[in-house]
């Protein structure tokens, strides 16, 4: 056996042997520290937002707390952009996303989606003064969305919702021109401006825009959704003992009514079974 196969083969060794040590490195850590560092948004309500007590608080980050709670540990927030969550290789900066996360084909990629725990309706905004009646309206006009967003991904025609039960859609709005910003609230701050003066409308969650219509923003829902969005929590590939024990706590929670609950409480509605 040759010098060059040797050290291949070596090589290969270790990196099989580095592979299978990782399988549960992640969930052996949190355990072992007794706290799950959990990524999601500061700006997103009623999903994750802070509250009057300068604390985050909402469906996802109940949900958290509870996830935390059934593995027995504490929980600690930290808020990275969006666009580095969805990136994948968190290098243990974080343990798992609990952030309204789509789980779609390129995000797969670089991350693992242990369970599916609601679903929402993806829906088109205008400013109230806006002539738009339907959601075609929008076709060739500057709608907005999120970054790295299944919004974005929708408008640009690319989107790919692969998840099961999530139900089928069609492109029904091709924009003339996309204006990608940080989170749904920076896109929503630019409808508020006024008709036509940064945007002509907007792709986002129907809880996020609803909430904004709460809070006196001056946009209002067009047409039916665009699409229902399968939303998942996510960590990082290569630990299938942290995924396990994720999906196992979510399909706890979904059926012992808990997941329902926390539905109900933050949208008055039950996302946690798919609506068509």
Avoid: C
């Avoid at 969930?27 to 509250?51: C, E, H, Y």
């Avoid at 998942?232 to 399909?251: E, P, Q, V, W, Y």
């Amino acid at each position: 056996m040759n010098l060059i196969l040797i050290r291949a083969l070596a090589a290969f060794a270790a990196i099989s042997i580095g592979s299978a040590a990782f399988a549960g490195e992640n969930l052996d850590r949190i355990m072992k520290d007794g706290v799950l560092k959990v990524a999601t948004d500061a700006n997103w309500a009623p999903q994750s937002f802070m509250n009057d007590s300068n604390e985050l608080d909402g469906f996802d980050v109940n949900v958290a707390q509870e996830l935390s709670k059934r593995m027995g540990v504490k929980v600690e927030f930290v808020t990275p952009d969006w666009s580095i969550i969805t990136a994948g290789h968190w290098s243990g900066r974080w343990d798992v996303s609990v952030g309204s996360m789509s789980p779609t084909k390129d995000r797969a990629k670089v991350l693992t989606f242990p369970a599916i725990y609601y679903y929402t309706p993806a829906s088109f905004a205008v400013h109230k003064d806006s002539k738009a009646l339907d959601k075609t309206d929008l076709n060739g006009k500057k709608v907005g969305a999120t970054t790295n967003s299944t919004f974005e991904q929708y408008l640009q025609g690319d989107l790919v919702t692969d998840a099961e039960g999530a139900p089928p859609f069609t492109y029904d709005v091709k924009p003339e021109s996309i204006l990608s910003l940080k989170d749904s609230s920076a896109v929503m701050d630019d409808l508020r401006l006024g008709d036509g003066v940064r945007l002509d409308g907007m792709l986002g969650s129907l809880p996020a825009i609803s909430e904004a219509i709460k809070n006196g923003y001056p946009i209002r829902v067009v047409g039916t959704p665009a699409f229902y969005e399968p939303l998942a929590i996510a960590i990082d590939k290569g630990d299938d003992d942290l995924t396990a024990k994720i999906a196992s706590i979510i399909k706890e929670m979904q059926a012992d009514g808990t997941l329902s609950a926390l539905s109900v409480k933050w949208y008055g509605v039950d996302y946690t079974t798919v609506s068509k």
